[in-house]
């Protein structure tokens, strides 16, 4: 994989819901991301914590004791009153089960949450070519040509700058071949030396070194 695993993929292969062939390359990519390996980690963690939280029920003795205070309060309040006492018990026994779902809840919005994020990081992560395309190399038309940099040096499209012979910006070489060829003049304001093809020869036009 070029690319960071998505929560989605990821989520799908915490639940081994993916086939054979895509649950291999999310492994080998999490082997070599250290990025998807720990947002992986905190996924896994996370379903864990949930798996560890205890499933309330009303205790054992519920019934024993609204029965008693039934049978205790029998002689004293009518049925409704008996009724109403006991449907309170058994919202206070109950509260602890909707304190659980609130918790539960919670954890269920701050995971989404923390997938909401993960996809918003995501796609503001850089592009990352393996190879610059040609588009970002820096080009220029100059006389008439097509030059692109290359380390020190511009070099016509499509000539090779090994085989060159230089020629030195206002040396009579280089004012007979401006007599020659005028629209050559303009390469002498280049900030570096260029190897362009006039006629049949590779020359490289490179200005006088200045002493100190």
Same mark, same amino acid.
């Given at each position: ?7 989605? =993929? ?6 081994? $819901? ?16 250290? !990025? ?32 008693? =205070? ?5 002689? =004293? ?11 309170? !018990? ?97 390469? !002498? ?11 049949? $020869?590779?020359?490289?036009? $490179? ?6």
């Amino acid at each position: 994989m070029s690319t960071h695993a998505t929560v989605e =993929r990821l989520s799908a292969y915490l639940d081994h $819901e993916l086939p054979d062939p895509e649950t291999r390359e999310i492994e080998e990519h999490l082997a070599d991301c250290a !990025a998807c390996r720990s947002r992986f980690t905190g996924m896994k963690d996370v379903v864990s914590d949930l798996g560890r939280l205890e499933r309330l029920a009303p205790p054992s003795t519920l019934q024993h004791v609204v029965a008693r =205070r039934v049978a205790f309060d029998g002689g =004293r309040k009518g049925l409704g009153d008996r009724l109403e006492g006991g449907l309170r !018990a058994l919202e206070r026994q109950y509260s602890l089960l909707a304190l659980f779902a609130v918790v539960v809840a919670l954890a269920v919005m701050i995971l989404l949450f923390a997938q909401a994020l993960e996809r918003r990081r995501d796609s503001m992560l850089p592009v990352i070519f393996q190879n610059p395309p040609a588009a970002l190399s820096e080009s220029r038309q100059v006389a008439g040509r097509e030059l692109r940099r290359e380390g020190a040096v511009w070099v016509e499209k499509g000539v090779d700058p090994r085989l060159t012979r230089i020629v030195v910006v206002d040396s009579p070489s280089w004012r007979h071949l401006v007599r020659d060829h005028p629209e050559i003049a303009s390469l !002498a304001s280049l900030d570096r030396p260029a190897v362009v093809k006039i006629g049949e $020869e590779v020359l490289r036009i $490179e200005k006088a070194v200045s002493g100190d």
